[in-house]
């Protein structure tokens, strides 16, 4: 059961990896992906059952497949 408190936790945190003494955020894609992120896309500003979710950072790969998921509509920021 602890291993699943720890698992949870994990997904909410947004990760970072220190390169040349700056932080550059890491995809938090199910709390799996380790690539850095790519773009900075906000699903809550979209209208209907996506109202309640934040935002979060993607990698490209991640980016690309959402952007498919809500037909091109996504609100993002490049990092």
Do not use: Q, T
């Amino acid at each position: 059961m602890e291993k699943d408190m720890k698992i949870k936790n994990i997904k909410s945190i947004i990760r970072y990896r220190i390169i040349r003494h700056k932080r550059r955020a890491l995809c938090d894609y199910m709390g799996k992906c380790k690539n850095f992120a790519y773009k900075e896309v906000y699903p809550g500003m979209l209208k209907g059952k996506y109202k309640n979710k934040g935002w979060s950072y993607l990698c490209k790969k991640h980016f690309y497949k959402e952007k498919k998921i809500f037909k091109g509509k996504l609100p993002y920021c490049s990092i």
